[in-house]
């Protein structure tokens, strides 16, 4: 009785701010064998479907009418190629700013490789002769796929509550500590949770996220690792609900131990307990109007970039620093040369005096979270990592320092030259500075 009175009491609240929200799920499960991305060492296509895979989105428009979306992928990684496209599409199509669409990928290793400039597909060469058609047929049919997730969403939209609060869950391990004792090793434990129900006050989305590596499992099967178990358990816990996982920067977290299918169920399970433990508790009403701003400053790699560098790759006794010796090499060749910098998207959304979500690329590592958490307020601040673009590992400063492979090594292993500068994480800080100062009033 008490409950429902107090729901009752945050949902006039929540329905006085305007509210309207829609959510829709795609099946992106891949029809025929296609590679699976995020690991160099596996030697074929897949075999099964442990659990279909989706694009989702959720759209929410505040009460100047204002509306955003973001889209959730249980993919391993968008490039900016094909973001950029898809958000063009609904600029024109569906009348959403770019600033106010925001794409994240859940960063699991049980999903399709996906094709299109400077991506793995080419990156894998030889290796993957054979896949070309099938991954060039999957990558066109996804990108149709998020834009009818998007629309959908849109399509569906109806006078909604939002509510926001926070949990933890512990299985997060700082995996660059499994060969370095010596490190720090931060993990960030937090389970950012919005919740979003309906005038009837039943929830039909449940947005949710974690800092950590879905990579449990390194088999031929399809999944969206834990977090797609966490999605799964969720929807089966509040029938009529659609959860969306939200990847935040754990670049440097694994989920620890793993490589038995029962860790899939068991953190999968883990997670959601935590995202229910802070649904069924009292949340916090989330105040509108949203507020949405983006920017894309330019982050560089590290010279030099001439030929004498890949040359001396080449030799390399290593053979993916060979192989990304001949990348170069043929890069330098070609018309558009080597990449010095990349374009780094970086989008703010500012929920009233509530909650500030904040979407940043690459694979960002922990520290990232921690010092904006820190800065911008830890109860009302959400990092979402693998946002936008996921080109390489984004490492904080401490990170850089250290090297090994989220520190820049990583780097060899893609189209792109080689580790990024040392003024990375000042770059980065000062544009998420800029991009708040535009959507934080005074
Ligand atoms: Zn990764």
Known sequence: MKAKLLFLLLFTCSLRAGWEAGVAAVDITPSEPIWLAGYAARTKPMESVRQ???????????????????????????RREMAESIAARAASE???????????????????VVGGPGSYSEIMGPQL?????????????????????????????????????????????????????????????????????????????????????????SDYTVHGDYAGYAQHYLEERFPGAKALFVMGAGADSNPLPRRKP??????????????????RAKMKPVAGPVRAAM???????????????WEKELTSKAGYTAAHGRRMLAALASKEGIPKTRPYAVQAWQFGDSLTLIGLAGELTVDYALKFKQQYGADTTWIAGYSNDVFGYIPSLRVWKEGGYEG?????FSAFPGRLTSDTEDRITAAVARVLAKVRTP
């Open 52 to 78: 279909p895979i989706h694009a989702k989105a959720l759209a929410i428009k505040d009460g100047t009418g204002a509306t955003n979306v973001i889209v959730t992928l249980d993919l391993v990684g968008i």
């Open 94 to 112: 569906l009348k959403i700013p770019r600033e106010r669409i925001l794409f994240n990928v859940s960063h699991t290793h049980s999903a399709p």
């Open 129 to 217: 002769a054979a896949q070309k058609e099938i991954i060039s047929r999957y990558t066109e049919k996804l990108s149709g796929l998020i834009f009818d997730a998007v629309a959908k969403s849109l399509a569906a939209i109806e006078p909604a509550t939002l509510e926001f609060n926070q949990g933890l869950a512990g299985f997060a391990v700082n995996r660059r500590r499994v060969s370095h004792r010596e490190y720090p090793g931060p993990v960030d434990h937090d389970v950012p949770v919005l919740a979003v129900r309906n005038t009837a006050g039943d929830f039909i989305a449940i947005l949710f996220g974690y800092a950590c590596h879905n990579t449990i499992m």
């Open 262 to 279: 029962e860790h899939l169920e068991r953190y999968g399970a883990t997670l959601a307990d935590a995202v229910e433990e802070v649904l």
């Open 295 to 309: 920017d894309f400053p330019e982050l560089a790699f590290e010279g030099p970039f001439g030929r004498a560098r």
């Open 408 to 412: 820049g090594d990583a780097f060899l």
